[in-house]
């Protein structure tokens, strides 16, 4: 049947968004963080506060509001395809 | 080479732009004469042009397609430059169902209807009874393929101003992703592959080194065994 064709695939293919974003934004958020620390401690810091530093910044971000946000990968779709279908269908 | 790569690109991008020219909603200012249920015998390339049964419906090799008959407006350039003449133009009228392409159309019977009503304010005269028709799709007429009418707006006269919102958005939406797909990708190269790559290269030279030096190893074994008079300098 169509529909449950549809809630799979697309299922499927946000999942890989889903993904591929949260990934994408830890590793900004990452590379982010290590700049900040080069630019603060020039010298390099003591040995082992860089991935401290790093860490601890890493904790905040998953703590934050902005990983949990990726999950409207999943909500605008859904959102937009009802939209359609009430103003496709509607006379 | 540089030809060569410069003629796929532009073939992709002929591609991708007469897709999106097939896909994507337009708006043509009609008047309709006609709506009819037809029954069409798919050929095997043209069925790829049709949609599948109507939701909920069996689906049988034949069946009857709604088609609306209409004097047209004709456009040019996507319908940014306006032009006097018309021309006929014939809609199929089908349910998209829940599949491909994504307009989630399962109301037919109920645009055959409306399109009924609009046709029967025909008077021939060229006014009274226009009509914006929203569809996607092409009209080839020596393979018997028709556009597929999405929505049908009764207007007062033909000069409306439409304004295709769903273009608009689609295409703000679709420059985003290309940047935000461009950023992930640099950004995956430079904080995974990149690194991975340098990893293998390192790995790489040292392997070279050890089978250098492992060569080294043997052959200088092997010359233990050598004849230590042989290639001796003179003296």
């Known amino acids: ?5 549809l809630v799979i695939f697309c299922f499927i293919g946000l999942t890989v968004i889903y993904f591929s974003v949260s990934i994408f934004s830890r590793s900004v958020r990452k590379e982010r963080l290590e700049k900040q620390f080069d630019a603060e401690n020039p010298d390099g810091g003591e040995p082992g506060a860089r991935d401290a530093f790093v860490a601890e910044g890493m904790q905040a971000y998953h703590s934050s509001i902005r990983p949990k946000l990726i999950g409207l990968v999943y909500v605008v779709p859904t959102v937009v395809i009802a939209a359609i279908i009430y103003t496709i269908n509607a006379n | 080479m540089r030809r060569f790569r410069i003629i796929v690109r532009v073939l992709a991008l002929l591609l991708a732009g007469s897709f999106l020219h097939y896909v994507l909603p337009q708006h043509d200012i009609v008047q309709i004469s006609q709506a009819e249920p037809r029954r069409t015998d798919f050929g095997s390339f043209n069925r790829w042009f049709y949609a599948q049964a109507d939701s ?29 003449s018309t021309e006929t133009m014939v809609y199929r009228n089908e349910d998209t169902g829940w599949i491909w392409p994504p307009y989630f159309k399962f ?82 190269r430079e904080r995974s ?30 010359g233990t065994w050598r004849d230590k008079s042989k290639n001796r300098p003179i003296d």
Do not use: C
């Open chain 2, 107 to 188: 109301d037919s019977s109920n645009l055959h209807g409306q399109a009924t009503v609009q046709a029967g304010r025909f008077t021939g005269d060229g006014d009274g009874n226009w009509a914006v028709i929203t569809h996607y799709g092409w009209r080839i007429p020596f393979l018997s393929i028709f556009p597929n009418a999405v929505n049908i707006e009764p207007v007062e006269s033909p000069d409306v101003r439409i304004i295709p919102w769903f273009n608009i958005f689609f295409f703000v939406f679709l420059v985003v992703a290309i940047v935000f797909i461009r950023a992930a990708w640099r950004q995956f």
């Open chain 1, 1 to 5: 049947m169509g529909f449950i064709k």
């Open chain 2, 193 to 222: 592959v990149d690194p991975l790559l340098d990893a293998a290269g390192d790995q790489y030279d040292e392997v070279q080194a050890g089978v250098a030096e492992r060569k080294g190893r043997i052959s200088r074994w092997l």
């Open chain 2, 56 to 84: 909920g419906s069996t689906e049988l090799e034949i069946r009857d397609v709604f088609y609306i008959f209409t004097e047209k407006n004709e456009i040019f350039l996507l319908g940014f430059i306006p032009r006097d």
